[in-house]
């Protein structure tokens, strides 16, 4: 089974930047893909960005573009999110998540808080 932690969560001032990281551990020949998700206070968990495990392909959602950036290191088995410009929409959980196959999400960590003041 694998494990997934996050690290890097924390208050930030609105226009300033955060580095999120995600270890993997056991488990994690067969990835497909791994992601972000953020869930906030009252609203459903949404998608932040993806990345395909093998060939590097990044996906991200619509309001994070040009802001935000995922990147993975295979050998080190992690996947990071650098997030820039940050604004107070941005204040979640944010969630790492691994799958074994495209569009579904097999394992996902504790979840790491970011908050972003104005």
């Known amino acids: 089974q694998v494990q997934l932690v996050e690290s890097g969560g924390g208050l930030v001032q609105a226009g300033g930047s955060l580095r999120l990281s995600c270890a993997a551990s056991g488990g994690t020949f067969s990835t497909y893909n791994m992601g972000w998700f953020r869930q906030a206070p009252g609203k459903e968990r949404e998608i932040v960005a993806t990345?395909?495990?093998?060939?590097?392909?990044?996906y991200y959602a619509d309001s994070v573009k040009g802001r935000f950036t995922i990147s993975r290191d295979i050998a080190k088995n992690t996947v990071d999110l650098q997030m820039n410009s940050l604004k107070p929409e941005d204040t979640a959980i944010y969630y790492c998540?691994?799958?074994?196959?495209?569009?579904?999400?097999?394992?996902w960590g504790q979840g790491t808080q970011v908050t972003v003041s104005s």
């Open positions: 998540a691994l799958g074994y196959r495209a569009g579904h999400y097999d394992s």
């Open positions: 990345v395909r495990w093998s060939v590097g392909t990044r």
